[in-house]
């Protein structure tokens, strides 16, 4: 039975360099990338793919762009449409692809645009919501910064961490008009600034990585009454010392087949992986470890989990690692790839 090919699409920003997506070829064997394509784009905040595997969505300065994923994993360009507003932080889509939605770190606001579900292409904005409040580090942290924004994966709540007034606010999605109402709000530590969040693959546990408190914390998610309901069941650090001064918790992964989750750490420059209990969800550290770079700003599992890569967002490269599940470590495996400022990173299997 012959393999499957894999792509992996990274994105960067593109001072000196127009090309804002580059398209790598994957070798799962080795874990190693080979340089494929550039796409035309400029400051590619982030980039993510819709459910259906068909199209590819990416942060701009003009606002987002969308992309058709061709059958070699080449990218061709759709359209592109205005956010009405400064450029965003993180883009995801609903699991039925009706809807984009985009985060706005430095206006604190979610754009919910309306996707073609045949064609791909971005249509007119359907929902406009500001966070209002103050965070508790006036330098830093004074206003609202939206950072993530995804579904739960019953598709029927809109979750967004915002890292700037530490809070996870919960909007009901009307499937209809594409708009958004608050129901609840999820209330993390004062100064944790909650940066990413992901779902465990059924859906029962939400994953919330903070930067300022290098944690995760660990919700089981179910609904009462037409309500959703998230308890917090554990947290665990995502650095080894946890007292550590400088260092701030950033990339929050989860493998393909939903046994792991990678988090990085910038300032220590470590990747942390751990294993989730399928049936409580909670987590164990395997290892963390540095990662031979400076700020990994995004690191994945390769979808067979023998590999790590990690993109250093300040020394301008990737590094490669081969997972010792036996012994609880990483090694590194062959050279650097150099890459100006990667923002994150996505595979795709064609």
Partial sequence: MAKSKCVAYVSTYTMGDNHGIKIYDVDMDSGRFTGK???????????????????????TDFGVESFKILPDGNLELINAASI????GCYLSTDYNDQYLFCAGY?????????????????????????????????????????????????????????????????????????????????????ESAPRHIKFSEDGRFLYVISELKNCIDVYRYHEDNDMPFFDLIQTIPTTDNYEAQGVAASALNISNDGRYILASNAGENTVSLFEINQDSGELTMLFCLPVSGEYPKDAMLFPDNRHIVSLNH???????????????????????????????IIFHEL
Wanted: proline share 1%; with cysteine; aromatic share 8%.
């Fill in 84 to 87: 009405n507003g400064m450029r």
């Fill in 37 to 59: 394509a550039r796409i035309e784009i400029t400051n590619s905040s982030y980039v993510t793919i819709s459910h259906n595997g068909r199209f590819l969505y990416s942060i």
């Fill in 314 to 344: 300040e020394t301008n490269n990737m590094t490669f690692f081969r997972v010792d599940y036996e012994n609880k470590c990483m090694v590194m495996d062959g050279k650097d790839i150099p890459l100006k400022q990667g923002n994150c």
């Fill in 106 to 190: 430095h206006d604190g606001k979610i754009t919910v645009l309306r996707l073609d579900t045949e064609t791909g292409a971005v249509g007119m904005i359907t929902d406009e919501v500001f966070h209002r409040g103050l965070g508790s580090v006036a330098e830093r942290s004074f206003r609202p910064h939206i950072s993530c924004v995804k579904m739960t994966r019953d598709n029927k709540y809109l979750c967004a961490a915002d890292l700037g007034i530490d809070y996870v606010t919960v909007y009901r999605l009307d499937h209809q008009r594409g708009t958004l109402r608050q129901v609840d709000i999820i209330r993390c530590d004062i």
